[in-house]
């Protein structure tokens, strides 16, 4: 314990509470004055002191907190004032008309004049703010500084509490023992009813005598250990056994009550050290504490009076110069504007510069709208519209939509296996429908994006067939086509004929008809239609040949071409029975033709 209290005291050495660095909170100074200085001067117990710096602490932090925050609002307020007048007066300059300096009016001038006096307000205001910046850090560094001093006291103060607190704990066991040997002492004597002379007469020795070595208090414990071996040896009856039992207890009763001893005094140095010695020195420090930030606070009082002093005088004289300056203050500014003299001159150079006014009527000028717009806006339609219509208006022999697909097919698919057996994209094929639903003459299909499934037109091209009002062929020609092909015809297991030039086929089975025959019939059905469909009928054909010429590639002769074109070119009939017969027929047909399409379209 006493190295304990020599460690707490070398933390209490006179000089180490002096440093007059950090900062402190004005509000913080003036608390921890007032209350500081109450309990040193007072004299009133030490217990009330202590109260009063615990009061002393919670109430100079909270201070501390309120003023350092008050000194940085403060100063943002400032900053934010400065700026923003900063802000406007800038954007009212660049928001004046300036013209040529010789011509410039009295109320541009001073107008001109009121933004830069603002400009030097707003400058002024950001110069004080910076200033209260600096001091509100510096307070901040002083505030940290005392208030580190303030804990370092605290903290030795608590350690001799705690240790006092320690050492008083331990003597009231001390006591409590020995009390509870003297008992069982006491209890075991009256009992016996034969007082021990020797024991009785060291146990009175010892309660008046006073030794704290712990040599001694070892010597005392050997010497009970030795008595009670030598009773130990020689139990006899009860009455022995008891006075050997009080004799016992007699040794353990002198044993606590050197331990009681030794603690007390222990406890009462410390209890005097604290009290007499290190309490004193720590009041001391703090009224030390306290007097150095009166004076820092009277300090940092007179720099702010003169820091807010200067920034009001520095706005005055920027308003109201000072006579002699020659600088004219805010209201002759305001005086020297001449709102007569501003409108003459104005007149003047509006009758100098202006020239003539036009007074012919305002011609009217069309809206030029863009190309989509124009076709949205009024559509070429060709899906479901009539062949002759499209192509009267349109100024055509053959519709768009088939030169242009039948191009891109020869130059992109003629190699492409299933071409036109295969079906291309849903939605890519209604697409193109739809710009070609626009307007044929502006849809490319020379573009990536179209030949890189060139399927995608070959189907538009069969729907534009599908949907053409009264089919390609017309509904006069259909009988006469599909007579030469008669249902007796489409039986299993005959063949047709071919004509010389090609090779033979056989298309009906008793070959009542001759090649020739059903030539002429051909060509002159073809030739009895309007011209539109003859003109286009006849282009599609040598389109098609053109596919079968390389079937080799695309594995479409003219068989699988006549399947996927005879339903489109010759429509099936009303009658749902004869649909599938219909359709046999159409593609018999469409076979005939492309197989003889030379010989049939020389003789028209």
């Not at 925050?69 to 400032?78: G, H, M, N, R, T």
């Not at 016996?192 to 007469?201: V, Y």
Request: charged residues 25%; glycine residues 6%.
């Amino acid at each position: 314990m006493a190295a304990n209290t020599g460690h707490a005291n070398s933390n209490v050495e006179p000089g180490i509470y002096r440093t007059p660095t950090g900062t402190a909170s004005l509000m913080s100074v003036t608390s921890a004055a007032s209350i500081g200085r109450q309990s040193y001067e007072d004299s009133a117990p030490l217990h009330e002191q202590q109260q009063r710096q615990q009061h002393h602490r919670r109430s100079g932090y909270a201070a501390r907190q309120i003023s350092t925050e008050s000194d940085l609002l403060q100063a943002k307020v400032e900053e934010d004032y400065g700026r923003n007048l900063q802000k406007l007066a800038q954007h009212t300059l660049k928001s004046m008309d300036r013209p040529n300096p010789g011509h410039q009016s009295t109320q541009q001038v001073s107008w001109q004049r009121l933004v830069e006096a603002h400009e030097t307000l707003a400058s002024n205001r950001m110069k004080f703010s910076i200033t209260l910046s600096e001091m509100s850090d510096f307070l901040s560094t002083y505030v940290k500084s005392k208030e580190a001093i303030r804990r370092k006291l605290r903290d030795t103060e608590q350690r001799y509490q705690k240790a006092i607190e320690e050492s008083e704990s331990l003597l009231e066991k001390a006591r409590a023992k020995y009390e509870a040997q003297c008992g069982e002492w006491e209890r075991l004597l009256l009992k016996t009813g034969k007082p021990d002379g020797a024991l009785a007469s060291a146990a009175t020795s010892a309660s008046g005598a006073t030794h704290s070595s712990s040599s001694a208090i070892a010597k005392t414990k050997n010497v009970g250990n030795a008595v009670s071996g030598i009773f130990g040896k020689h139990k006899g009856s009860t009455q022995e056994s008891l006075e050997r039992m009080g004799q016992e207890a007699g040794v353990k009763a002198k044993v606590a009550n050197e331990a009681y001893k030794r603690l007390l005094q222990q406890t009462n140095s410390m209890r005097r050290d604290f009290y007499d010695v290190q309490l004193p020195k720590i009041l001391a420090s703090v009224m030390g504490l306290i007097e150095e930030v009166d004076q820092f606070l009277k300090f940092s009082l007179g720099k702010y009076a003169y820091t807010y002093e200067s920034a009001i005088l520095a706005d005055a004289i920027t308003l109201k110069p000072m006579d002699g300056a020659g600088l004219p203050g805010m209201v002759e500014m305001i005086g020297e504007i001449d709102s007569k003299a501003d409108l003459d001159a104005y007149l003047m150079a509006t009758a100098k510069h202006g020239g003539r006014i036009n007074r012919a009527s305002i011609p009217y000028k069309e809206y030029e709208m863009s190309t989509i717009a124009r076709l949205y806006a009024s559509p070429k339609r060709i899906f479901g519209v009539p062949l002759d219509a499209q192509l009267e208006r349109d100024q055509q022999q053959v519709p768009l939509i088939i030169v242009k697909c039948a191009d891109a097919v020869e130059a992109f698919g003629l190699q492409n296996e299933g071409i036109y057996r295969q079906s291309g994209q849903s939605s890519q094929v209604n697409k193109l429908r739809n710009e070609f639903d626009l307007d044929a003459e502006v849809v490319d299909l020379q573009v990536n994006s179209y030949i890189s499934d060139i399927n995608n037109v070959t189907g538009v091209l069969k729907m534009y067939l599908r949907e053409l009002p009264g089919g390609l062929i017309p509904v006069a020609q259909h009988g006469i086509m599909l007579s030469y092909f008669p249902v007796e015809d489409l039986e299993p297991g005959v063949a047709a004929s071919a004509d010389a030039a090609a090779t033979m086929h056989h298309y009906d089975r008793d070959q009542d008809l001759g090649l020739a025959q059903k030539i002429s019939g051909m060509a002159n059905a073809i030739r009895s239609m309007p011209p539109p469909n003859r003109n286009t009928l006849a282009y599609l054909l040598a389109h098609l040949d053109k596919v079968q010429a390389f079937q080799e590639f695309n594995m479409m002769n003219s068989e699988n071409l006549s399947i996927v074109f005879g339903p489109t070119i010759l429509p099936a009939g009303n009658n749902p029975a004869n649909a599938a017969v219909d359709i046999r027929r159409s593609a018999k047909v469409v076979r005939f033709i492309l197989d003889n399409r030379r010989a049939i379209f020389d003789a028209i």
